[in-house]
């Protein structure tokens, strides 16, 4: 079993959505909901290759583990697994402007998820090499609020960062 079709085993559970081999390239909404449930914020991904994961990282509520003293309770929200590039990409969008401490506390909160799903998949499956080389990817994306009607792109207002490490 190849690390995509075990990955639709291991995280049915979770908040992803899985791209299966019925198109030639995905287009993925990601939207981050606001405190009222409702969206927030949304970006559309295109061209999203087949055999990807896109997996909801910051459902599980860590509070009840963890006392959250030093940012181990954060994670970015998004995480895209695309197993036939080996590359994972860690998304954290924000309305606003960027805080760089928070930022990279969630980027590598969401990494260590992974790692941890990885680490359960070695033990509980028997799948030591699950998810192993991928090339890890950290973006942020900023102003990313949604539109109330058409508009035009604002470079200005728009931002991404990539992050080349954390």
Request: with cysteine.
């Amino acid at each position: 079993m190849d690390d995509y079709e075990l990955s639709r085993n291991v995280f049915s559970s979770l908040n992803c959505f899985f791209c299966d081999n019925t198109k030639d390239n995905w287009t993925v909404d990601l939207n981050e909901n606001d405190d009222d449930g409702n969206i927030g914020y949304s970006i559309k991904i295109k061209g999203v290759p087949n055999n990807t994961l896109v997996l909801k990282t910051d459902i599980l509520e860590m509070k009840k583990a963890f006392m959250c003293a030093k940012g181990e309770c954060k994670r970015a929200d998004f995480a895209i697994i695309a197993t036939g590039e080996k590359k994972i990409i860690f998304i954290e969008m924000k309305k606003t402007k960027l805080n760089n401490e928070e930022l990279v506390k969630q980027l590598k909160g969401a990494s260590v998820f992974v790692d941890f799903c990885k680490l359960i998949v070695s033990e509980f499956w028997g799948r030591p090499d699950f998810l192993r080389g991928y090339k890890k990817y950290y973006v942020s994306l900023s102003h990313t609020p949604l539109a109330k009607g058409p508009s035009k792109s604002n470079s200005k207002k728009n931002r991404i960062h990539h992050l080349k490490s954390i």
